[in-house]
């Protein structure tokens, strides 16, 4: 097995700004298997269409965004909804509403994000 984080607080895990402004990350505990992460979104943030390896299972803390897929469906999530994308399937963010926070957790963990 590879690095791995077995404990983390919100506070002093590190902020990575993948879009100034509108968009922050902070990766929480992780193994090979498994991530999760932390995410502040900003009203303006459009995410583009992406997809990646992981199954994405996220949690609304607090907020409301809109997401899209590209068989043109879309969901809007506010405080206390929960939602999965699957591996491969593409999604993305078309509107935030109001300052969002997001917990997400990605199988197996993204490399990219520690």
Do not use: W
């Not at 992460?37 to 990646?52: I, P, Q, S, V």
């Amino acid at each position: 097995m590879g690095d791995k984080v077995f404990v983390a607080e919100l506070n002093k895990a590190t902020a990575a700004e993948m879009k100034p402004g509108l968009l922050t990350r902070r990766t929480l505990a992780y193994n090979d298997q498994i991530m999760l992460c932390h995410f502040t979104l900003e009203e303006g943030l459009m995410l583009e269409l992406h997809k990646h390896l992981a199954v994405q299972v996220g949690y609304v803390i607090k907020g409301k965004v809109r997401f899209i897929k590209d068989d043109g469906t879309s969901f809007v999530a506010t405080a206390g909804t929960s939602y999965v994308f699957d591996s491969n399937e593409v999604h993305g963010i078309d509107r935030v509403y109001e300052p969002t926070e997001l917990v997400e957790c990605f199988s197996p963990m993204r490399p990219e994000y520690v």
